[in-house]
């Protein structure tokens, strides 16, 4: 059985984080009315077996494992929202046996209001970056851009503003 990572956020349309959202995980044919039928969910890659559905946390976050052998319907339901839902949501193939490690850091550089580059450790795998300021998620080619290991943001973050990276390489 080949286990991945999945992060999810959500928010509001206007960007604004959802804590305490309940986040299904449905196995295709899904019925998001009924909200079945529930997948298997995971808390590590051992296979441990964890709650469906996930609730958000303050940031509006959800983070867990499932197999990659399907494709899944995510639903996100909560009273400051309509339910949002995402169907045939593919987590890759694990076949090419490539291995990745998590990481979580702050950027090389200090945030000024001037200073536009700053540096990470390691180049992340395609897609896989989690870029926030002050808690906040940065959306790629938007707000920021990244060029192997180095980001390039359009508006200066404030001095004082903290920076967070969250990725697999």
Do not use: C, K
């Not at 986040?23 to 890659?45: E, G, I, M, R």
């Amino acid at each position: 059985m080949a286990i991945v990572r999945v992060d999810r956020t959500v928010q509001t349309a206007q960007g604004q984080a959802i804590s305490g959202a309940q986040f299904y995980v449905l196995t295709q044919p899904a019925n998001v009315t009924a909200l079945t039928p529930l997948a298997s969910v995971y808390s590590d890659l051992s296979g441990t077996p964890a709650s469906n559905p996930q609730i958000t946390d303050g940031l509006g976050q959800v983070g867990f494992y499932l197999q990659n052998t399907q494709l899944y319907t995510f639903v996100a339901v909560s009273p400051l929202i309509d339910t949002q839902s995402y169907p045939d949501q593919s987590l890759g193939s694990a076949s090419s046996g490539t291995t990745y490690t998590p990481v979580q850091e702050v950027p090389s550089g200090t945030p000024d209001g001037t200073r536009t580059t700053f540096t990470l450790s390691f180049t992340p795998a395609a897609g896989t970056l989690l870029l926030t300021v002050n808690n906040l998620p940065q959306t790629a080619g938007l707000q920021y851009t990244l060029a192997a290991n180095v980001i390039t943001f359009a508006v200066p973050p404030l001095g004082g503003f903290n920076l967070y990276a969250y990725y697999w390489h």
